[in-house]
Protein backbone atom coordinates (compact mmCIF):
# COMPACT_ATOMS: atom_id res chain seq x y z
CA UNK A 1 0.00 0.00 0.00
CA UNK A 2 0.90 3.76 -0.24
CA UNK A 3 0.35 6.22 2.20
CA UNK A 4 -1.29 9.46 1.22
CA UNK A 5 -2.16 13.11 2.47
CA UNK A 6 -4.30 15.06 1.37
CA UNK A 7 -4.27 19.11 1.79
CA UNK A 8 -5.67 21.90 0.15
CA UNK A 9 -8.93 22.21 1.99
CA UNK A 10 -10.83 25.21 3.61
CA UNK A 11 -13.49 27.23 3.50
CA UNK A 12 -14.69 28.96 -0.15
CA UNK A 13 -17.39 30.75 -1.32
CA UNK A 14 -20.36 30.11 -3.67
CA UNK A 15 -18.77 29.65 -7.13
CA UNK A 16 -15.17 30.19 -5.76
CA UNK A 17 -11.92 27.45 -6.61
CA UNK A 18 -9.78 25.45 -4.43
CA UNK A 19 -7.31 22.72 -5.65
CA UNK A 20 -6.55 20.07 -3.88
CA UNK A 21 -3.52 17.84 -3.40
CA UNK A 22 -2.82 14.46 -2.36
CA UNK A 23 1.15 13.36 -1.48
CA UNK A 24 1.77 9.71 -1.59
CA UNK A 25 4.66 7.88 -0.16
CA UNK A 26 6.20 4.28 0.73
CA UNK A 27 5.71 2.78 -2.93
CA UNK A 28 6.26 3.29 -6.30
CA UNK A 29 3.72 6.22 -7.67
CA UNK A 30 3.19 5.65 -11.11
CA UNK A 31 2.03 2.28 -10.17
CA UNK A 32 -1.31 3.54 -9.18
CA UNK A 33 -4.13 4.50 -10.63
CA UNK A 34 -5.31 7.50 -8.30
CA UNK A 35 -9.12 8.25 -7.94
CA UNK A 36 -10.73 11.68 -5.62
CA UNK A 37 -14.01 10.82 -3.45
CA UNK A 38 -16.03 12.77 -1.17
CA UNK A 39 -18.44 12.37 1.79
CA UNK A 40 -20.95 14.79 2.78
CA UNK A 41 -22.71 14.46 5.93
CA UNK A 42 -25.06 11.88 6.63
CA UNK A 43 -24.44 10.36 2.98
CA UNK A 44 -22.23 7.74 1.46
CA UNK A 45 -18.91 8.51 0.28
CA UNK A 46 -19.31 9.58 -3.71
CA UNK A 47 -16.91 8.75 -6.38
CA UNK A 48 -15.34 12.09 -8.33
CA UNK A 49 -12.80 11.83 -10.29
CA UNK A 50 -9.83 9.31 -11.66
CA UNK A 51 -6.70 9.38 -13.08
CA UNK A 52 -4.49 6.52 -14.84
CA UNK A 53 -0.74 5.92 -13.66
CA UNK A 54 0.51 7.30 -16.85
CA UNK A 55 -1.92 10.39 -16.80
CA UNK A 56 -3.28 9.47 -20.49
CA UNK A 57 -6.49 8.80 -18.95
CA UNK A 58 -9.40 10.67 -16.94
CA UNK A 59 -12.79 9.81 -16.10
CA UNK A 60 -15.29 11.98 -14.05
CA UNK A 61 -18.57 11.60 -12.47
CA UNK A 62 -21.55 13.68 -14.26
CA UNK A 63 -21.82 15.42 -10.94
CA UNK A 64 -18.58 17.00 -11.38
CA UNK A 65 -17.97 17.09 -14.93
CA UNK A 66 -16.69 20.38 -16.13
CA UNK A 67 -15.86 21.93 -13.25
CA UNK A 68 -13.39 19.94 -11.72
CA UNK A 69 -10.13 18.49 -13.16
CA UNK A 70 -7.78 16.01 -11.97
CA UNK A 71 -4.32 15.84 -12.82
CA UNK A 72 -1.01 14.10 -11.29
CA UNK A 73 2.22 14.87 -11.38
CA UNK A 74 4.43 11.60 -11.07
CA UNK A 75 7.64 13.47 -10.70
CA UNK A 76 6.43 14.68 -7.05
CA UNK A 77 4.36 11.81 -6.11
CA UNK A 78 1.26 13.97 -6.12
CA UNK A 79 -2.32 13.88 -7.41
CA UNK A 80 -4.36 17.10 -7.66
CA UNK A 81 -8.22 18.13 -7.85
CA UNK A 82 -8.81 21.66 -9.27
CA UNK A 83 -12.75 22.41 -8.36
CA UNK A 84 -14.29 25.14 -9.98
CA UNK A 85 -17.61 26.64 -9.45
CA UNK A 86 -17.94 25.54 -6.16
CA UNK A 87 -21.35 25.14 -4.87
CA UNK A 88 -22.57 24.78 -1.29
CA UNK A 89 -23.50 21.08 -2.28
CA UNK A 90 -20.03 20.27 -2.53
CA UNK A 91 -19.81 20.71 1.23
CA UNK A 92 -17.95 17.48 2.08
CA UNK A 93 -14.48 15.73 3.06
CA UNK A 94 -12.58 14.79 0.36
CA UNK A 95 -10.74 11.75 -0.21
CA UNK A 96 -7.88 10.11 -2.20
CA UNK A 97 -7.19 7.13 -3.26
CA UNK A 98 -4.96 4.77 -4.23
CA UNK A 99 -5.79 1.81 -6.83
CA UNK A 100 -2.51 -1.05 -8.02
CA UNK A 101 -2.42 -1.36 -11.26
CA UNK A 102 -0.04 -2.61 -14.46
CA UNK A 103 -2.46 -0.45 -17.38
CA UNK A 104 -1.24 2.46 -17.78
CA UNK A 105 -4.94 3.20 -18.98
CA UNK A 106 -7.08 1.88 -16.18
CA UNK A 107 -9.60 4.50 -14.74
CA UNK A 108 -11.16 2.85 -11.54
CA UNK A 109 -14.32 4.56 -10.64
CA UNK A 110 -15.44 1.55 -8.05
CA UNK A 111 -14.41 2.23 -4.01
CA UNK A 112 -13.27 -1.83 -3.61
CA UNK A 113 -11.11 -1.37 -6.69
CA UNK A 114 -8.60 1.08 -4.24
CA UNK A 115 -6.18 -0.13 -1.48
CA UNK A 116 -4.87 2.92 -0.26
CA UNK A 117 -7.21 5.97 1.55
CA UNK A 118 -6.08 9.38 2.95
CA UNK A 119 -7.23 11.09 6.07
CA UNK A 120 -9.57 13.45 4.02
CA UNK A 121 -9.68 17.18 3.60
CA UNK A 122 -13.09 19.32 4.73
CA UNK A 123 -13.74 21.75 2.17
CA UNK A 124 -16.46 24.14 3.21
CA UNK A 125 -18.71 26.20 0.90
CA UNK A 126 -20.89 29.24 2.04
CA UNK A 127 -23.19 30.02 0.54
Known amino acids: QVQLVESGGGLVQTGGSLRLSCAASGRTFSGYAMGWFRQAPGKEREFLATISWSGSNTYYADSVKGRFTIARDNAKNTVYLLMNSLTPEDTAVYYC????????????????????WGQGTQVTVSS
Open 97 to 116: AASPTSSYRWVPAAEYEYDS
